[in-house]
C-alpha cells in the first residue's frame, strides 16, 4: 500500500509531517469523491438522495467536497445545520435526526426551512406542532421508526433496538398517522430508520427494512401518502484485513427490493462508508519503552485524537510510513501519552522495528475521528490537511495553546442567585 511505501494521493507523507507537524489528520479528496460516486451509481434507478452524516467529520471542506458532488446533509444539532449550511448545502437537502432537539434548534431548523425533520417521540411532535404553528410554517416530518432489530454491531453504537432510547414503535408510529389531524402545521409523509453504525452484515437491514416497508404499505393502503423514505446510515467499512464489509451495490439492491413499488423519494444517510476509508492519522513515534512485561510504542497522538479504540475497542490498521523493507516485525502495544491505561490504540501490533522519530499512520481515522477529538490532558486539537494530486491544503489549523484556553476566565465577579 502506497502509505507504507510513504506516500499518499501523491503526497510525500514525510515532508508533510515536517511541515505541518503531527498529529496530522491527513484526508483524501479523490477517496471522498469516489465513494460519493459509488454510491450514486450503486442507487441509481432509485429517486435517491444523500444526506451525509455530518458527525462523522464535520470539517468544512469536506463538507464543502460533499456539496459541490451533490450530497445533502443529516444533522443533529444547530451547530452541524450551521456548518453544512456554510458549506452551502441547500436547507432542503437536510434532514434534522435526533432524540432531544431543543425548542431553538428546531426554531432554528424551521426558520432557514430544512428538508425534514425525523420525528422521534410524540414530544417532539407536538413541539414541532406548536412551534410551526406559532410561526405560521408547516414542518415536513418522517417518524423515526426503531423496528428493534439486533444491528450485530458493538452495542455502543447500536440503535435499533426496543431498549435503545431511538425512534418509536411501529404501535407507536401508526397513532400519530391515524390522528394526524392533532398536528395541522406538520406534515407528517415520511418514514425513517437508522439500525445502528459500522454494520457488516446486511441480514439485520433487511429485516428492518422489510418491517419498514411493510408499515409504508399498510398506511398507504389506510390513504397517508408516504412522500419519502430514510433508510438512515450505517454500512460498515472494512477496518482489518480479512473483514468482510458489504458494497455499496449489495447495500442499494436490498433497499431497492425491500422498497418495490416505493415511488417517492428514498434517502439514505450514510458517514462512515463516505470518508472512513479517506482519512489517517499521522503521528510520530516518541519512544520506544520495554516495559516489564510488554514493549510500548509511544506515539505523539493520543486518544483526545482518536478515541475509537479506546470507547469501543475499535481496530484501525497502524502502518510504519516508509522504510520498513528489510526491517523485522515486533510486537508493540500501541500507545498515546495520555495518562490512562486506556490510552492504547492497539496491542500486542506487529510492524517493523520502529524508532523515535519515525511516522506511522493509524488508517481508516477519516470517520469520527477528528469530530470526536477533544483537548483532553490539554492537548490542543490537531491540524487537518486535504490531499488532492500531488497536493495538500490545510482544511483545519493546528490549535494553539491560547485558543484552547480562549474561554476560560478568573473569577472577576461573584454573580449573586437570582431570586424568583
Ligand atoms: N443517521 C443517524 C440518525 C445516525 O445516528 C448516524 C450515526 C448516521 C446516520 C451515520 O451512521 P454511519 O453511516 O456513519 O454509520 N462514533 C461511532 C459511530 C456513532 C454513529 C452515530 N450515529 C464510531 O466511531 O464508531
Known amino acids: 500500500m502506497a502509505v507504507e511505501s510513504g506516500t499518499w494521493e501523491g503526497v510525500d507523507l514525510a515532508s508533510l509531517a515536517s511541515r505541518e507537524g503531527t498529529p496530522l489528520y491527513v484526508y483524501s479528496a479523490p477517496a471522498i469523491r469516489s465513494r460519493v460516486g459509488a454510491l450514486r451509481q450503486a442507487l441509481a434507478g432509485l429517486q435517491a438522495g444523500i444526506r451525509y452524516a455530518v458527525k ?22 444547530g451547530g452541524e445545520l450551521r456548518r453544512a449550511l456554510r458549506a452551502g448545502i441547500a436547507a432542503a437537502n437536510i434532514v434534522f435526526s435526533g432524540v432531544g432537539k431543543t425548542e431553538e434548534e428546531i426554531v432554528f431548523a424551521l426558520e432557514v426551512g430544512i428538508g425534514r425533520f425525523n420525528v422521534e417521540s410524540r414530544a417532539e411532535l407536538d413541539t414541532l406542532q406548536r412551534i410551526a404553528a406559532a410561526r405560521g410554517k408547516v414542518a415536513v416530518a418522517a417518524v423515526r421508526i426503531n423496528p428493534d432489530v439486533d444491528a450485530q454491531t458493538h452495542a455502543k453504537i447500536s440503535t435499533g433496538r426496543a431498549e435503545n432510547k431511538f ?15 392533532a398536528w395541522p402545521q406538520v406534515r407528517l409523509d415520511g418514514l425513517h430508520m437508522h439500525i445502528g453504525s459500522q454494520l457488516l452484515s446486511l441480514a439485520p437491514v433487511r429485516e428492518a427494512l422489510a418491517r419498514m416497508a411493510a408499515f409504508w404499505r399498510e398506511l398507504s393502503a389506510a390513504g397517508h401518502a408516504i412522500a419519502s423514505i430514510d ?59 520495554p516495559g516489564q512485561s510488554r514493549r510500548f510504542l509511544v506515539l505523539d497522538a493520543a486518544m483526545n ?13 497502524i502502518v510504519r510510513v516508509g522504510g520498513a523493507v528489510g526491517r523485522e516485525e515486533q510486537a508493540y502495544d500501541v500507545v498515546g501519552p495520555v495518562c490512562e491505561t486506556g490510552d492504547t490504540f492497539a496491542k500486542a501490533r506487529l510492524l517493523p522495528r ?20 477533544s483537548t483532553y490532558n490539554s492537548r490542543p486539537l490537531v491540524a487537518e490537511v486535504l490531499l488532492e494530486r500531488g497536493r495538500h491544503a490545510v482544511v483545519r489549523k493546528r490549535q494553539t495553546f491560547d ?12 454573580i449573586p442567585a437570582c431570586a424568583t
Open 56 to 77: 462523522a467529520n464535520g470539517n468544512g471542506a469536506i463538507l464543502r467536497l460533499l456539496a459541490e458532488e451533490g450530497a445533502g446533509a443529516d444533522i443533529v444539532s
Open 167 to 181: 425512534g418509536v414503535s411501529i404501535e407507536e408510529a401508526r397513532s400519530w398517522f391515524s390522528s394526524k389531524a
Open 231 to 289: 433508510v438512515g446510515g450505517g454500512l460498515g467499512v472494512r477496518y482489518r484485513d480479512g473483514e468482510q464489509a458489504p458494497d455499496a451495490a449489495e447495500y442499494a439492491q436490498a433497499i431497492r427490493e425491500a422498497l418495490q413499488g416505493f415511488d417517492g423519494k428514498v434517502l439514505v444517510e450514510p458517514g462512515r462508508w463516505l470518508v472512513a476509508e479517506a482519512g489517517l492519522l499521522l503521528s510520530r513515534v516518541v519512544l520506544v519503552k
Open 305 to 317: 485524537d482518536l478515541l475509537r479504540p479506546s470507547l469501543y475497542e475499535a481496530w484501525h490498521d
Open 354 to 373: 520502529c524508532e523515535a522519530g519515525d511516522l506511522v499512520a493509524i488508517l481508516g481515522a477519516g470517520a469520527y475521528g477528528a469530530s470526536m477529538a
Open 403 to 414: 485558543a484552547m484556553i480562549a474561554e476560560e476566565c478568573p473569577v472577576t465577579e461573584w
